[in-house]
């Protein structure tokens, strides 16, 4: 059974930056997909960005350029590196395992990040 926990956020102001990290345990389906959402209050979480474990990466418009996400295979680490942040990253940012298998998808249990002017 996998188990996610995220870590890193915080609250920053506008054009700050922070770091998250998911650490996982347990196994994953190879090159399945991990990813980021964010989810705020009224609306349905949405994805941030993706990572299969052959490198293949993917960024909603919203982050492209501001947001890096990385893995470290040997550490069963994601990382999500979010700069220039907004106010309107404000949120709960949540990490996923098994995208591609939907009802095997994982995930933690979430991280808040506030991003005040």
């Known amino acids: 059974q996998v188990q996610l926990a995220e870590s890193g956020g915080g609250s920053v102001q506008d054009g700050g930056s922070l770091k998250l990290s998911c650490a996982r345990s347990?196994?994953?389906?190879?090159?399945?997909?991990m990813g980021w959402y964010r989810q705020v209050p009224g609306k349905e979480r949405e994805v941030l960005s993706t990572?299969?474990?052959?490198?293949?990466?993917s960024y909603a418009d919203s982050v492209k350029g501001r947001f890096t996400i990385s893995q470290d295979n040997d550490k069963n680490t994601m990382y999500l590196q979010m700069s220039s942040l907004k106010t309107e990253d404000t949120g709960m940012y949540y990490c996923?395992?098994?995208?591609?298998?939907?009802?095997?998808?994982?995930w933690g249990q979430g991280t808040q990040v506030t991003v005040s002017s």
């Open positions: 996923a395992a098994n995208l591609c298998k939907p009802r095997l998808r994982a």
């Open positions: 990572i299969f474990s052959d490198g293949t990466t």
């Open positions: 347990g196994d994953i389906f190879p090159n399945c997909g």
